[in-house]
DNA sequence: GTCTATACCCGGATAGAC
DNA sequence: GTCTATCCGGGTATAGAC
């Protein structure tokens, strides 16, 4: 992609994009081998550049996966803002942000898993608590729809279909759908359809004060 | 607790359960340094032992993380049967299972993180599959009965329920709930109550065939 | 059943040359 | 901006003595 080479020969960076490139990289092992086993070294081996030449780039190893995890809510924020359309009822759409949530994690694990599993610093990254309150926003929108602009019951509402989606997510990440035909589409389906459950018995739900 | 040394001095595990306090050793230093840094190597020495001295009686380090996970299930099978109770409505205490799963997560961390961040191979080690098996009967029991003995409205039931407590759990260990004054009960409260309207809303719960 | 000793591999990180 | 060279630390695992 941006493996823009100088020299033909060699495989150097010199004047190529070697920053963006590591990210790329990076979500490439990340998908093959898991977060768990990302290394700053075999990111470097699989571009053909020495263990050293990141650091020109990122400070340690940490700094490199943060910038993943940056790409990876910008990616997550538009997945679910393509949801959130004027199309259909308030409890349709929020229906389907759980579901498109849910999706994301299967179509884009290596970046969903870079956010929840990898433990960012958030304290070093600041940014990366503003991006995760944008996320909750946009299902506090749709779900203050719903609850016709109560505020108490939206909260309550929303922080529920989260946790609900987010439950289909790591389950379906976990191999827990696996027996399906297609898991990803079932995880969806069914986090949708509990959401609407949800909307329909919401009387129940415990309302934060 | 198992420390059963036959010698005072020198620390040695002679005629020692070595094995158990294996065991015992890796769940404390999951529990202060999280399952990703787990090693076999740490736990051998806080016990005292050499680095080689576990491997009489565990096959390699995921065999020991096996065993801890063994301990996980049946401890948590334990908790959510103790939910399991005969008393209030069926409703209820499918509540209270999903509350209870939650509260196992947030009470104990290291087990639960065992079981669901560790990777387990589950070919290599079949009892797993087992002991989930049986912890999902628990809320399909439950769940029948909700439903009235209709075994395909309490399939799709009984997986929204998993489905919600999980991804209560999982937010709650990943800090979501940290804002409260108590997380793990504001959690297992909100697991509970969304049960409740799951039931209530379950009409719109998709059927598996 | 545990220890001593060792071999091996891998990751993180830096200094200094080019 | 990248490479060479190097150091450090840590983990897994085994052989053979006791």
Redesign the pocket.
Known sequence: MSDTRSEAK??????????AALVDAAIALIAERGVR?????????RL??????????F????DLLAAVGIRAVDAFAAALAAQARDTDSPAQRLAALAGAYVRFAGEQRPLFDTLFVTGIDKSRYPEFRRAFHALEETFRACALEVCGQDARAADALMAVTEATAHGHATLLLDGSFDDEEDPVSTAADQAASATLALIKGRTALRRPS
Chains 1, 2 share one sequence.
């Open positions: 060699g495989g150097r960076y010199h004047h190529g994009d070697l920053k086993d990302f290394s700053l070294a075999e990111v470097s081996r053909g550049v020495t263990v050293a030449a990141p650091y020109r780039h400070a340690d190893r940490d």
